[in-house]
């Protein structure tokens, strides 16, 4: 089983930076892509960047340029730096993982308890 621990969220002033953190454990042999998702209220969950363990990025449009996803391989953590936070980032961010355990077999696609971002003056 693979769990992942989700930090770094909170209320943060319009302008503001915050960096959301989300550590992989357990039997793991690897993940390939890891992200980054958020459900607004009312809203459907989108995706907001993904990376592979190659470090190809994958950017939602309104993120590009402000979002910055990063990795490190070796603790099998995924970072979100997000800066110039905009109202409508609020939202609840959920890190995403797919992984394969040490067995060799591919798990299906693991998330996060979710940690709120909140853009507010």
């Known amino acids: 089983q693979v769990q992942l621990v989700e930090s770094g969220g909170g209320l943060v002033q319009p302008g503001g930076s915050l960096r959301l953190s989300c550590a992989a454990s357990?039997?793991?042999?690897?993940?390939?892509?890891m992200g980054w998702y958020r459900q607004a209220p009312e809203k459907e969950r989108e995706l907001v960047a993904a990376?592979?363990?190659?470090?190809?990025?994958n950017y939602l449009d309104t993120g590009e340029g402000r979002f910055t996803i990063s990795r490190d391989n070796s603790k099998n953590t995924v970072y979100l730096q997000m800066n110039s936070l905009k109202p409508e980032d609020t939202a609840v961010y959920y890190c995403?993982?797919?992984?394969?355990?040490?067995?060799?077999?591919?798990?299906?696609?693991?998330w996060g308890q979710g940690t709120l971002v909140t853009v507010s003056s």
């Open positions: 995403t993982a797919d992984c394969t355990a040490i067995s060799g077999y591919r798990l299906p696609r693991v």
């Open positions: 357990g039997r793991i042999f690897s993940c390939n892509t």
């Open positions: 990376i592979t363990s190659g470090g190809r990025r």
